[in-house]
């Protein structure tokens, strides 16, 4: 019996030779193409909360007897002190995980991820039905399997575990879409991310119709083929509880101004590496934070009087966004873009603001601009990347140096500030001698 429960474990078993790696401390086991010849090996990972099995095909088990556990089995399987397994490198059919995952049910595994592997043939999903797991958390990555389109069937009789399923993601797949009857089984799901697939502006329609994750709160689309800002609004707009979208690394293209509503419940917003050369509208209301790095911007011209954090690292601009628009700001990082000069006028007078990047600009070293700098590095706001990162690049006695080096006193920098005082005392002086 403990080779079958040990099977249920490690479908990573294989005819090759395989062994075991313990890691005490982490309390990790990664075994390799592991074999029933080499059990001792595999006994090793049972202290562990993180097991990895990798390489093997598991073809031959198909037809393996797996009966119903007995007690001590069910016992044993209670007590592993197991969390996360993680599957790699596999071929997988779908019939021999349909008969084994049930036994889930005893363990105390919440992860479950599956990297690399691929799916084969369709499994026979009945004994699932009204079938609980403790399993919150379920990953793919780079896999392979069958069209998902016309299994909604499989999916419901999985119903009674997938919507208590907290956590979902499917990356780097090639995944073009989820069928809308399959986003309605996953009841209680709160992230979802499909990052690194092909998903169109089409396709979020489909996926996202009425009733589909409607506890979703992370979403991730990083990576995709999206391309009108409009169509996502759109395909995204029936989450009711969405508080986290990411939309990086897309390509959007110009879109006309859309009337387009955001959910209202929106508040982490990620547009960074998305080709833009301009803020498309509208953004959701309510943000706290703004992720624009990596793009073309030229000028950021918004007023979010709700936003807590906004990135815009790495783009054109030549000014810093008015400060006065975001009156509870506390993050502003414009590192790496054209900026010459830092308002320091605006920033005194933002009392929440406690992080600002702003290195790698071609800073103009005038008195006012050095001196404003120095003072905003005095209170503590440039912490990051200061002083190295902040270089003058004019005038030209000045360029290449650390803007910390620039001398910036009354006396050089406003001599007529001196000057005039001390003529009008001699002036009263010369008064009085007479």
């Known amino acids: ?52 099995f ?47 995952l049930r036994f889930f049910s005893y363990t105390q595994v919440q992860e479950l991820v599956f990297k690399s592997c691929i799916f084969e043939g369709r499994g026979n999903w009945e004994e699932m039905a009204g079938q609980n797991l403790p399993i919150l958390s379920l990953r793919f990555h780079n896999v392979t399997s069958a069209p998902l389109v016309g299994r909604e069937q499989d999916f419901s009789r999985l119903s009674s575990w997938l919507e208590t399923l907290q956590e979902l993601a499917v990356t780097g797949s090639h995944v073009t879409s989820l069928p ?78 859309s009337s387009c509503q955001w959910p209202v419940s929106l508040r982490i917003f990620n547009l960074s590496d998305t080709g833009l050369d301009e803020v498309l509208t509208p953004l959701p209301p309510s943000l706290e934070v703004l992720d624009m790095s990596c793009n073309h911007l030229h000028a950021v011209d918004i007023s979010l009087s709700s936003l807590k954090k906004l990135f815009l690292s790495q783009n054109m601009l030549r000014a810093v966004p ?46 006012s601009g050095a001196g404003e700098l120095q003072a905003l590095a005095g209170r503590g706001y440039l912490g990051q990347g200061w002083p190295q990162g902040y270089t003058c690049h004019s005038p030209p006695r000045c360029q290449g140096r650390l803007v910390k080096d620039v001398p910036v006193s009354v006396l050089r920098c406003n001599a007529a500030a001196v000057i005039a005082p001390v003529c009008v005392a001699l002036v009263l002086l010369g008064v009085a001698g007479a």
Not at 74 to 81: A, H, Q, T, W, Y
Not at 83 to 94: A, N, Q, S, T
Not at 229 to 254: I, R, T, W
Not at 329 to 357: C, F, M, Q, Y
Request: aromatic share 6%; net charge negative.
């Open 1 to 52: 019996m403990i080779v079958a429960v040990l099977l249920l474990l490690g479908l990573g078993l294989s005819e090759a030779e395989g062994r075991c790696f313990f890691n005490r401390t982490e309390e990790h086991c990664v075994c390799y193409s592991l074999s029933q010849e080499s059990l001792p090996s595999i006994i090793q990972c049972l202290p562990a909360s993180v097991v990895e």
């Open 54 to 100: 990798w390489g093997g095909e598991l073809e031959r088990y198909v037809a393996f007897p797996i009966s119903d556990l007995d007690p001590s089995a069910i016992e044993m399987l209670g007590s592993l002190v197991v969390r996360k397994i993680i599957f790699g490198d596999l071929l997988v059919p779908e019939i021999l995980l349909a008969r084994v």
């Open 180 to 257: 809308c009857g399959i986003g309605r089984v996953f009841a209680g799901l709160r992230s979802l991310d499909l990052a690194q697939n092909s998903l169109g502006d089409e396709s979020l329609m489909l996926t996202f119709c009425k009733g589909t994750f409607p506890q979703l709160q992370v979403l991730s689309l990083q990576r995709n083929n999206l391309t009108s800002y409009h169509s996502v609004c759109e395909g995204v707009q029936l989450l009711p509880e969405l508080q986290h979208l990411d939309l990086s690394q897309n390509k959007f293209m110009a879109d006309q101004s």
């Open 322 to 367: 008015s400060i006065r628009n975001y009156p509870m700001l506390d993050t502003l990082h414009v590192d790496n873009n054209s900026i010459v000069e830092l308002p320091w006028d605006e920033v005194k007078l933002l009392g929440h603001l406690r992080d600002l990047a702003a290195a790698g600009n071609p800073y103009h070293c005038s008195c």
